[in-house]
């Protein structure tokens, strides 16, 4: 065989094993937009949805920990889980202000795209928070959203630099609209069943008093 034709057949070896390589990929994604689907779908309890959601995408990366902030129409902090040493941790809601306004997931929702941080020991736009893992070293952040709506910021972490690499980065930004998607109507249907709960206290309310108009009015004065 000559030199051209070993270059020849090298050339389709290599361009075989990189079609092969993004087929695998592209099977990876799939599957794990199928798996989110599964997960989340029919999920109409936010707050069921948002743990559902976090441990998903860890699980998908392999994740030794991660975080998922909502929030509100002002882009403020509104409510946040994280997952710690297989623990669910619920932070105060000033806690989670604090990464919006200063941390990484301010970096995220002001240029609306994700991002990849080998080392956060290095990296200027990680905020150490007191009481948080101190051994996070590797970092991928994506933000939720989904049209217009931007619900939140997801955050996942590893002790090992460099453990996420473009591959997590491009699965996680896959499957984050699905799981904007799954928390927006989730909300919708927990702010509707709110609504009707206080509807429903407002009747019971206004049937032992007999003047709906009147109960309304002292409940609007109360608070």
């Known amino acids: 065989m000559t030199n051209r034709g070993g270059l020849l057949l090298l050339r389709d070896?290599?361009?075989?094993q990189t079609a092969q390589a993004f087929l695998r990929e592209q099977s990876e994604f799939y599957?794990?937009?199928?798996?989110?689907?599964?997960?989340?779908d029919m999920e109409v309890d936010i707050e069921a949805a948002v743990p559902k959601a976090l441990l998903t995408a860890i699980s998908l990366t392999k994740a030794h920990s991660g975080s998922l902030i909502l929030l509100d129409e002002n882009l403020r902090g509104s409510r946040g889980i994280r997952v710690s040493n297989g623990q669910y941790?619920?932070?105060?809601?000033?806690?989670?202000?604090?990464?919006?306004?200063?941390?990484?997931?301010?970096w995220v929702i002001t240029r609306q795209e994700g991002c990849l941080?080998?080392?956060?020991l290095e990296?200027?736009?990680?905020?150490?928070?007191?009481?948080?893992?101190?051994?996070?070293?590797?970092?991928?952040?994506?933000?939720?959203?989904?049209?217009d709506f931007f619900l939140g910021v997801l955050t996942l972490h590893h002790q090992t630099t460099t453990f996420f690499n473009d591959q997590h980065y491009r699965l996680i930004t896959a499957v984050s609209e699905q799981i904007a998607l799954s928390l927006?109507?989730?909300?919708i249907v927990s702010n509707l069943a709110q609504e009707e709960n206080n509807q429903?206290?407002?009747f019971n309310?206004?049937?032992?008093?007999?003047?709906?108009?009147q109960v309304e009015t002292a409940l609007e004065e109360s608070l």
């Open 205 to 213: 309310v206004s049937q032992l008093f007999g003047n709906t108009d």
């Open 117 to 120: 941080i080998h080392d956060a």
């Open 31 to 40: 599957a794990s937009l199928t798996a989110v689907a599964k997960v989340l």
């Open 184 to 187: 927006r109507s989730a909300k």
């Open 13 to 16: 070896v290599t361009n075989y």
């Open 123 to 147: 990296d200027p736009r990680w905020l150490s928070v007191q009481g948080v893992d101190s051994d996070i070293r590797s970092v991928l952040a994506v933000p939720l959203a989904f049209g």
């Open 200 to 202: 429903r206290v407002l």
């Open 89 to 106: 941790v619920y932070d105060s809601v000033a806690s989670w202000q604090l990464i919006v306004e200063q941390g990484l997931a301010n």
